[in-house]
């Protein structure tokens, strides 16, 4: 039962990565403003190495996270006796709220998509993006869209290390799993890329975020929650 | 209070034309026609705010290729 309440809040957390849009946005942007500028064949290889940005530092924000999860909760401490383990319950529950009513500016807006971060901050990214010429600018601009949404990801690293700790000699191989979180957290801009190699174009990509923009909140919202209360339920009591 | 830089206007719609799919030659009559209408609608004004030109670029762009006016007045609001 400990290790069916470990994958499903391991796969919670991968659909709420899958769902988070802010590196989608900044990807989108990207091959927008590449597309633009240059050559059909350059933009999709400047994108491959901004997706290469991304899910490496992803990858490695990941990878840390299992020597920080294993001080916090796993060297000798019992989760239950642990208060780090309801300090990360409020967290949840709280960026469970945060995300339903803050993730974007305006969540019922049908005109756009603006998210969380401040826009003095978003201007900047979007002339980091505009000015991109060389592949290590995309490799960048991949790994800094990925920092900038480290406040929803990093408690979401930290529980996930510890539940694949805890489940690995049950179940799965914890490389096994860990790979695999973070394929699933590069698809949607794999999908994103692949839309725009079909001939999308951005106005496209845009209309069906804006679309999906209220599912895509309530998703994370309750993946959030239900993490919450499968903590609550399965390491606490 | 900023200087009205057609050229960097012009330059930004070409990038974003481009970028939708328009042919260089097409894109450049778009844009050259839509930012003259877009001036000529607003030649009444003393004070002419950001704004007041996005709207009126965006009215023109939008009867030559619909995708180019979205992409131009969404731009900024997408992350």
């Known amino acids: ?237 | 209070m900023q200087d009205y830089d057609q050229n960097k206007l012009k330059r930004e719609l070409m990038l974003d034309a481009r970028s939708v799919g328009i042919p260089s030659g097409a894109a450049e009559d778009f844009v050259n026609r839509s930012i003259a209408a877009a001036t000529e609608s607003l030649s009444n004004k003393h004070i002419i705010t950001n704004g007041d030109l996005k709207r009126a670029l965006t009215k023109e762009l939008k009867k030559y290729h619909p995708d180019l006016a979205y992409v131009y007045q969404n731009r900024d609001k997408i992350i």
């Open chain 1, 1 to 237: 039962m400990n290790a069916l309440a470990s994958i499903g809040i391991v796969v919670l957390a991968m659909l709420i990565m899958a769902s988070l849009q802010l590196v989608p946005g900044v990807f989108a942007l990207f091959f927008h403003y590449a597309r633009g500028k240059y050559s059909f064949k350059k933009a999709s290889s400047l994108s491959l190495f901004f997706i290469l940005g991304s899910e490496i530092i992803s990858a490695l924000f990941f990878i840390s996270s299992f020597y920080v999860s294993y001080i916090l909760f796993l060297n000798d401490l019992d989760p239950r006796n642990n208060v780090l383990t309801w300090i990360f319950i409020g967290v949840f529950l709280s960026l469970s709220v945060a995300c339903f009513f803050f993730y974007y500016k305006h969540p019922h807006s049908k005109q756009d998509t603006e998210l969380f971060i401040s826009r003095k901050l978003a201007r900047n990214i979007d002339a980091r993006v505009q000015s991109a010429k060389t592949p290590s600018d995309a490799f960048a601009i991949g790994a800094l869209s990925n920092v900038c949404e480290l406040p929803i990801t990093l408690p979401l690293y930290i529980v996930t290390a510890t539940e694949i700790m805890y489940m690995h000699t049950e179940y799965f191989a914890d490389n096994i799993m860990t790979i695999l979180y973070i394929l699933v957290s590069s698809i949607p801009l794999i999908y994103l890329y692949w839309r725009f190699r079909i001939g999308q174009n951005l106005a496209t990509i845009q209309r069906s975020r804006i679309k999906d923009k209220s599912f895509s909140c309530l998703a994370i919202s309750l993946s959030f929650f239900t993490i919450a209360i499968l903590i609550i339920c399965f390491r606490i009591f």
